[in-house]
């Protein structure tokens, strides 16, 4: 019972920004909101995560609306290395569970 | 530096057989260990969680069981083998300090039960 929503697939052409919205209509004030990808047969990879203001790292962009009720993940250059299923993930706590997350495809 | 290991990486096991997967985590000192299961094509399920030695919740009523003997390991087991339990088990640790919770994932025990 995951408390984020994502659609199920995107497609990306290679080196263009890939833009991975996130649903979390009931988050709460101390809630942090995590992004992971997993590409086959590995385990998830942490990407970044946020409370309230936007985040970057050498990875991604993390924005998160003023709500804080949805949030966009931005690989702004997205590679085909950059295929894999992506989840957004909203916790406080130690029970960090993951959703269906969104497969995303970058074709060249 | 933190590291993660689980083993075995790949097993085939008979219905109704036992099961131990193990995980040590290297280079820190009481870690939120974790237990998650992938089956084919589905997403990750959370199936236990421990905050210290001794302490394990429990996400999901099933025929597994997990322990930590040692702070810096967990061991998620199986009296008897289910059909069912095939899939992609997924050891992850977090630091369990601060208000942020970032997992850090083994490499994965894919487990066959024919």
């Known amino acids: 019972d995951a408390k984020t929503t994502q659609p199920p697939s995107m497609d990306c052409a290679e080196g263009r920004a890939a833009n991975l919205p996130c649903n979390h209509s009931?988050?709460?004030?101390?809630?942090?909101v995590y992004w992971y990808r997993q590409i086959h047969s590995q385990g998830p990879q942490y990407i970044i995560h946020g409370l309230k203001n936007n985040e970057t790292n050498e990875m991604a962009s993390l924005i998160i609306t003023e709500d804080r009720k949805s949030s966009t993940l931005i690989l702004p250059h997205a590679t085909l290395r950059d295929t894999a299923v992506y989840y957004c993930i909203v916790s406080r706590a130690n029970d960090m569970r993951f959703g269906a997350g969104t497969r995303l495809t970058v074709k060249p | 530096s933190q590291t993660i290991h689980q083993w075995p990486a790949t097993l085939v096991q008979p219905v109704g057989s036992p099961l131990s997967l193990e995980c040590t985590v290297e280079?820190?000192?009481?870690?939120?260990l974790y237990w998650y299961r992938q089956a084919a094509g589905r997403g990750l399920q959370l199936l236990f969680y421990s905050v210290g030695i001794g302490q394990i919740s429990s996400e999901v009523p099933q025929n597994l069981s997990a322990s930590r003997p040692q702070d810096r390991q967990f061991i998620l087991s199986s009296k008897k083998l289910l059909l069912s339990d095939s899939g992609f088990y997924l050891c992850?640790?977090?630091?369990?300090?601060?208000?942020?919770?970032?997992?850090?994932f083994g490499a994965g025990s894919r487990l066959t039960v024919l």
């Open positions: 992850a640790w977090s630091t369990g300090t601060g208000r942020a919770n970032v997992l850090t």
């Open positions: 009931t988050i709460s004030g101390n809630e942090y």
């Open positions: 280079g820190t000192s009481n870690p939120n």
